[in-house]
Antibody, heavy 120, light 107 residues
Framework: EVQLQESGPGLVKPSQSLSLTCSVT????????WGWIRKFPGNKMEWMGY???????SYNPSLKSRISITRDTSKNQFFLQLNSVTTEDTATYYC??????????????WGQGVMVTVSS | DVQMTQSLSYLAASPGESVSISCKAS??????LAWYQQKPGEAYKLLIY???TLQSGTPSRFSGSGSGTDFTLTIRSLEPEDFGLYYC?????????FGAGTKLELK
């Protein structure tokens, strides 16, 4: 069974970088596309970006140059880095697998999420 | 960006009832729409994709309809485990966008 698990610090200071890891078991990240999504307090959700089976990436323009998604295929993990965070980046962060191997579309497996608070 | 509007943020119903949750796109997205369920402490669950195709494991009491800009998730004969948050997501174009969610609560 495909399982995803997010990990990372729950508290980040403003202006610092947020770094999260998504550990995948039961499926190789060298297949399919893999995404990061976040849910803000109040339940609004935002797609942040993805990394493909080949390592190519795509990001939400709203995050401009602050975001980077990378991977370590030897550990079957992919990562989210969000720079220059503000309190508006306080959210629950989810990693997920796209359901169709050939392109980004809907998400068929999700992690349980990790809550990140940005505060001094 | 395509705006996804779930007009009802909250819906109360009783087990055995049928409910419909709507989702409207700000432009035509064909049938590139998915529905998810989230319950506290659990991972999001994909219920429906392509507007009306049930994901494997989704009970047949769930159904999806619509294309273009207007979509509906219908749950017939509610079971206690159906209560939770429901989101729609368009994947017609990037950035993928989500509705604001509809919370289905026990009346």
């Amino acid at each position: 069974e495909v399982q995803l698990q997010e990990s990372g610090p729950g508290l980040v200071k403003p202006s610092q970088s947020l770094s999260l890891t998504c550990s995948v078991t039961g499926y190789s990240i060298t297949s399919n596309y893999w995404g990061w999504i976040r849910k803000f307090p109040g339940n609004k959700m935002e797609w942040m970006g993805y990394i493909s089976y080949s390592g190519s990436t795509s990001y939400n323009p709203s995050l401009k140059s602050r975001i980077s998604i990378t991977r370590d295929t030897s550990k079957n993990q992919f990562f989210l880095q969000l720079n220059s965070v503000t309190t508006e980046d306080t959210a629950t962060y989810y990693c997920a697998r796209y359901g169709v191997y050939y392109g980004p579309n809907y998400f068929d497996y999700w992690g349980q999420g990790v809550m990140v608070t940005v505060s001094s | 960006d395509v705006q996804m509007t779930q007009s009802l943020s909250y819906l109360a119903a009783s087990p055995g009832e049928s409910v419909s949750i709507s989702c409207k796109a700000s432009k035509s997205i064909s049938n590139y729409l998915a529905w998810y369920q989230q319950k506290p402490g659990e991972a999001y669950k994909l219920l429906i994709y392509s507007g009306s195709t049930l994901q494997s494991g989704t009970p047949s009491r769930f159904s999806g309809s619509g294309s273009g800009t207007d979509f509906t998730l219908t749950i017939r004969s509610l079971e206690p485990e159906d209560f939770g948050l429901y989101y729609c997501q368009q994947y017609y174009e990037k950035p993928n966008t989500f509705g604001a969610g509809t919370k289905l609560e026990l009346k």
